[in-house]
């Protein structure tokens, strides 16, 4: 635990780059994990899956279904976000935690096919999260890196008994990396919700 706590303290130490990367392969491997045990402990949620279209008619334009889906993601990123600058507690913020919370969301529902049409395949389902899972979890990720060292009151423990670490908003400053990572990791969330948008009501 103490070598845990370690490595995750030498984590805000890092440029915002190795940061990143970090925290993304992090993500990335709560997730797949949480797949392959939801997997392999549910054989039966593949089996007997007709093929069936994922589009889903509807009377909304693209734009419409668009905004619900960038509305939804957006509500996440940000929570994201706001967890890491809002407070810290040792290694841990809360933005960090919501992140990982995700990965274990994620790895499970797909590990089950518990979507609300579940896929045929594993391939079928891959196949979807590249096309539009991926671009979203990773600007899930990026946000979380960026702000991870962003706190604004900083405790060495959980419940804090005193901040050794307070600043304010204005003090909060992004260097060119991280301005362009934020950036980056926006831009994906919106690529997700057109593709996304596109996929749903069939365009």
């Known amino acids: 635990m103490q070598r ?20 993304w392969i992090a993500f990335q491997a709560i997730l797949w994990i949480l797949f392959g045990i939801t997997y392999f402990a549910n054989p039966d949620s593949w089996r007997g899956i007709y093929e069936a279209s994922h589009a889903v008619p509807s009377s909304d334009s693209l734009l419409r279904t668009f905004l619900f889906i960038i509305g939804n993601n957006l509500t996440l990123f940000l929570l994201i976000a706001l967890g890491n600058i809002f407070v810290r507690f040792g290694p841990l913020t809360p933005g960090l935690l919501i992140l990982a919370l995700q990965g274990v969301m994620i790895g499970r529902v797909a590990g089950a096919n518990s979507f609300e049409f579940p896929f045929a395949t594993v391939w079928d389902a891959n196949i979807r999260y590249l096309k539009v899972g991926l671009w979203e979890t990773t600007a899930y990720a990026l ?39 934020v950036l980056i990791s926006a831009l994906m969330l919106i690529t997700a919700a057109y593709i996304g948008a596109v996929l749903v009501i069939g365009s």
């Open 143 to 181: 946000i979380c890196a960026v702000t991870l060292t962003k706190s604004l009151n900083i405790a060495d423990t959980f419940p804090a008994k005193q901040w050794t670490e307070t600043r304010k908003l204005k003090d909060i400053d992004f260097s060119v990396a991280e301005k362009i990572v």
């Open 4 to 23: 845990v706590y370690g490595k995750m303290t030498h984590l805000y130490e890092a440029g915002v780059v190795k940061r990143t990367i970090v925290v």
